[in-house]
């Protein structure tokens, strides 16, 4: 059912279902017990509106396969999704103190892990991997547009406690730095960078990116334009930072979402 729900809407292969279940070892019946599987399925969720005369219920044959029948918005996260998509929009635009509100609105969508109760097969774990790398790739990109705002202060104690779960993620190393410099911390800012680049260097054999240096030689310089942002909008700052999203933190670092050469 989570493998459906996960591609709700598109057809999931026979082939896939057995995978899901069996991995590389299905038995020589696994296609049968698939269908059996199906069955079940589709008693339990339309047995109580099936009979002559009534449409396709919500789980449909197709194409060698099924596909399970959601209306928009039905999933919470596909729910979550748009939420993402809309305030990655509005940042686009610019309207930073909207982008926030809605970004933290769709964090509060999570409740913990997902699936924790659900055993997963690889094709599940896989789909799973991309939504948590999408769901923290939303975080710092709120974190960002925070700062724009001047709530350096406010965003400090988040900042800590995520670079100290996530102490190889570039992104939010680099915002910690900005919050910690803007509050007149230049030396724990620049601790935050020699952490990092001492992990970088024992645990990936890799150096801090181009643009992580260069704001650690702009924090160094004391340059004008890491100053706290002045007017609501706050852009002075953070016109070093790019706006992409940022990688995951489980995986390794790229260069994206840092100082601009």
């Not at 959601?70 to 919470?76: A, I, S």
């Not at 686009?92 to 933290?104: N, S």
């Not at 803007?182 to 645990?203: F, P, V």
């Amino acid at each position: 059912m989570s493998l459906l729900a996960f591609n709700a809407n598109h057809v999931v292969s026979v082939a896939q279902i057995v995978e899901e279940i069996w991995e590389y070892r299905p038995p020589s019946s696994a296609v049968a017990a698939v269908h059996t599987y199906v069955m079940q399925l589709r008693r339990s969720l339309d047995g109580a509106r099936r009979g002559p005369g009534r449409g396709p219920g919500r789980l449909q044959t197709r194409d060698q396969g099924y596909v399970l029948k959601l209306d928009p918005g039905e999933l919470d996260l596909h729910r979550y999704e748009q939420q993402v998509r809309a305030a990655r929009a509005t940042l686009m635009a610019g309207e930073y103190a909207e982008a926030v509100e809605q970004l933290r609105a769709a964090e509060t969508m999570w409740t913990g892990p997902m699936l924790v109760d659900v055993p997963t097969g690889p094709l599940l774990r896989a789909a799973i991997e991309v939504v948590e790398r999408d769901r923290l790739d939303a975080v710092p990109q709120r974190l960002g547009a925070e700062l724009r705002l001047g709530r350096h202060h406010e965003i400090l104690g988040e900042l800590t406690a995520l670079v100290h779960q996530y102490g190889t993620h570039e992104g939010l190393v680099a915002h910690l730095m900005l919050a910690l410099y803007q509050s007149g911390r230049q030396a724990d800012a620049l601790m935050a960078y020699h952490r990092l680049r001492a992990r970088l260097r024992e645990e990936l054999d890799t150096k801090p990116s181009a643009r992580l240096q260069l704001l650690h030689t702009h924090m160094l310089s004391g340059h004008p334009r890491l100053e706290p942002p002045s007017s609501a909008r706050g852009r002075q700052s953070l016109d070093l930072l790019a706006q992409r999203t940022l990688t995951a933190p489980c995986g390794p670092v790229r260069d994206d979402g840092l100082v601009r050469a």
